[in-house]
């Protein structure tokens, strides 16, 4: 008797959980999920936002043309090297002259962190991109714990992705 119990209680107690994680809304405030999409790389290569569940995710959105994109950039990259993070770089390229201007940019700031073109800004759309720089912080559940508008710096960079392991 008292295992039949114990059991029902799991399941109750599962049940509720999934309930909740599903009562979740998607949209582009903290504590949403992050709407997935799916943009091409410079290279051509398909990433999507879902190809990550269970893991953190930098999602930013920039242009060349930006001068606080282009400042935040040595600081990303630095990110990228010592924490191995996963960063969504979204060039929002419906805005630039040419994708050729986003590898000259790349390669002047010796960047190496993959960057997604989103060619019919779409995705900028999707998510109310305005002003750029702009920053979101996913945890591995896809929930957003962190917007920010304007160049972070290293340490913000850290510091936010870093607080999302520990509310894991």
């Known amino acids: 008797m008292m295992n039949i119990f114990v059991l029902g209680l799991l399941f109750f107690l599962v049940t509720i959980n999934e309930v909740h994680a599903a009562d979740v809304q998607e949209g582009v405030e903290i504590g949403d999920k992050a709407p997935d999409f799916t943009l091409e790389t410079l290279d051509g290569e398909s990433v999507q936002l879902s190809d990550f569940q269970g893991e953190r995710v930098m999602i930013n959105f920039w242009a060349t043309w930006c001068p606080p994109c282009k400042q935040e950039m040595p600081d990303m990259e630095q990110f990228y090297q010592e924490h191995d993070p996963v960063i969504l770089s979204v060039n929002l390229t419906d805005g630039e002259m040419n994708t050729e ?68």
């Open 101 to 168: 201007q986003v590898g000259q940019f790349m390669q002047e700031l010796e960047l190496t962190f993959p960057v997604l073109l989103d060619k019919e800004g779409e995705v900028s759309q999707l998510y109310r991109i305005q002003p750029i720089p702009m920053t979101y912080m996913v945890d591995a559940e896809g929930i957003i714990q962190f917007k920010s508008f304007g160049a972070l710096s290293y340490k913000q960079m850290v510091k936010q992705y870093e607080q999302m392991k520990e509310e894991e």
